[in-house]
């Protein structure tokens, strides 16, 4: 398959004591087996039990990597609002589509 017509997808994983993690895959069961397999982040290592509690395809891979990194910014509060409200999700998604610089 091309990768340009490859779908990215943006994903929020929960461990056991609460932490929600923010990454970017172009196929979310692959990764979020790979991560309760330990063979993912680091940073989910040995976290105990991890739950898929949000994901949604956005696009090519420079949008996908943008949304991660705006929502890695977010506070605890704002995240859990992200899962909580697609619509939240969908309003960020469209802003960032919006301020992309035309002619890159």
């Known amino acids: 398959m091309n990768n340009a017509m ?3 997808f943006l994903y929020l994983i929960r461990t056991a004591d609460n932490m929600l993690y923010t990454g970017i895959t172009t196929d979310v069961a692959r990764r979020f087996t790979q ?3 330990g063979k993912g982040a ?3 290592r040995g976290k105990g039990a991890l739950t898929l509690v949000f994901s949604a395809q956005v696009g090519e891979r420079s949008l996908a990597l943008r949304l991660e990194y705006h929502i890695k910014q977010l506070t605890k ?3 859990e609002r992200l899962v909580a409200d697609d619509g939240m999700f969908e309003t960020l998604r469209e802003s960032l589509q919006v301020n992309v610089v035309k002619g890159d």
């Open 42 to 44: 680091k940073a989910l």
């Open 77 to 79: 509060r704002q995240k």
């Open 6 to 8: 490859t779908p990215w």
């Open 35 to 37: 991560h309760q397999n």
